[in-house]
């Protein structure tokens, strides 16, 4: 299965991809979509905040580096501001299920910020008793006086960024944090009322091997987080300039890395942990696994998620957005960013507006990456499309089929327990879009 795993495929959280979307949508079809929200429609929010203290050399994420409050205190008056012309265009109190601070690291705002932050979205959107708050999280700067404020602010999941335990790799990534300073601030969120806590962990990475992945895995089960994700390092130094500082003799190969991610994978399910889709892991009451149970799981541009909402809207440099009639996405770099809200226009770069055959294929994709099957003449029928057009294009379906990492059946795909980690494979054959796919 190596040639499946070596292929450069997308990870599925849209469809179509980033890589399909173009500057002739843009902030006129931004302003239209959300005018033409429906007014009770639930909606998430995704806010991001793109500063962290240190780069990680791992990281594949568009971030800045500071140390001083300054710039992130710009950001967010920009940020603010853009919530302002936003909620201008929407419909006025749409109803919250899920709000996400992502980074960077979105924690690194004074706690006063973040309070203020929250009551201004409070100000512009209905939020229930029920939503969701979550915020990402690094362990090493973490303070009891951010805590104090997550409380008081609504917050309950937080994301931990851990990776690796293993003080080798580490060093070698240029992230280096105690098993002390995760436990210290899982406990911290715990000791503030907020018990549902995930961990980030990654394999793949320079100086892994089998053994310290799984001993990484019995350090975080041992903090007993409601869920894990699971993640491959993907290396593009031609990408990513601070990933040119990874010695990339040290890196795994391929087949030690499916060795690392089956290794990973058995010893959380173990410790009774679920496994969720293609890399995340949940304790059983989590609505993750419960929602996985009840056939309601959802994956989005966040992830896995039980959010059924329809409507995403981001707010922030590079923030993707889906509305009702397809995709679009702020400006990237954050001067563009600020300079487009300053002038009180949207700062919309580009986008995609679906057609009728992408919603089928992004329904297909979705219940293949939730469910590791789908039944494509069911989700055709649902959709009023044909089936026959989808199967034709899936030329490379045939193939995976031959190969033993997929059963057909009446339309009917299923891809089999021992090649999940091939899924995005499979995906990628309901994916025309792409100019190449593996052999």
């Known amino acids: 299965m190596t040639k499946y795993c070596e292929a450069h495929l997308p990870w599925y959280t849209i469809y179509p991809t980033v890589s399909q979307f173009s500057p ?15 007014t009770n429609d639930t909606v998430s929010l995704y806010l991001h905040i793109p500063f962290c203290r240190s780069m990680c050399w791992y990281c594949g994420f568009p971030v800045s580096i500071t140390r001083r409050d ?18 201008e265009q929407a419909p006025q109190g749409l109803p919250v299920s899920d709000v996400h601070f992502g980074g960077g690291t979105p924690a690194i705002m004074p706690p006063a910020e973040f309070l203020a932050l929250m009551e201004l979205l409070r100000s512009y959107f209905a939020f229930k008793k029920a939503t969701t708050v979550a915020v990402e999280i690094d362990p090493r700067t973490f303070t009891s006086e951010m805590a104090e404020a997550f409380e008081a602010a609504g917050v309950n999941r937080a994301s931990l960024g851990v990776q690796s335990f293993d003080p080798t790799v580490q060093q070698a990534i240029n992230r280096v944090q105690t098993e002390t300073q995760v436990a210290a601030a899982a406990e911290n969120l715990r ?18 091997t089998v053994q310290s992945c799984v001993q990484s895995a019995k350090t975080a089960v041992a903090i007993r987080p409601q869920r894990l994700a699971v993640f491959g390092y993907a290396h593009v130094p031609s990408y990513r300039k601070n990933q040119r500082l990874i010695e990339e003799a040290a890196l795994p190969d391929m087949a030690a890395r499916a060795e690392q991610a089956a290794a990973v994978a058995d010893t959380l399910v173990s410790a009774g942990y679920r496994q969720i889709g293609l890399d995340h892991f949940a304790l059983p009451n989590d609505e993750l696994a419960l929602a996985q149970k009840a056939g309601r799981l959802r994956r989005n541009s966040l992830g896995y998620s039980a959010d059924t909402c329809q409507m995403l809207i981001g707010f922030g440099a590079s923030a993707i957005s889906r509305l009702g009639e397809g995709y679009v996405q702020n400006e990237l770099a954050q001067s563009s960013y600020t300079r487009h809200i300053s002038a009180g226009h949207l700062a919309t770069s580009q986008g995609y507006r679906l057609t009728g055959e992408d919603r089928v294929r992004a329904a ?53 327990q021992e090649h999940r980690f091939v899924l995005r494979a499979v995906a990628a054959a309901f994916d025309p879009y792409l100019d190449r796919l593996p052999d």
């Open 24 to 38: 002739a949508v843009g902030a006129n079809a931004s302003g239209e979509w959300l005018r033409d929200m429906p």
């Open 191 to 208: 000791r503030h009322g907020i018990v549902r806590i995930n961990f980030d962990l990654m394999y793949g990475l320079p100086h892994q």
């Open 70 to 87: 300054a710039s992130v205190l710009n950001y967010l008056a920009v940020l603010r501001e853009e919530i302002r012309l936003v909620s």
């Open 364 to 416: 297909i994709i979705e219940q293949l990456m939730c469910n590791l099957e789908a039944d494509v003449p069911a989700i055709c029928a649902a959709h009023e499309f044909a089936p026959i057009p989808i199967f034709d294009s899936a030329r490379r379906l045939a193939r995976l089929a031959e190969d033993g990492v997929v059963d057909i059946a009446n339309g009917f795909v299923r891809v089999r």
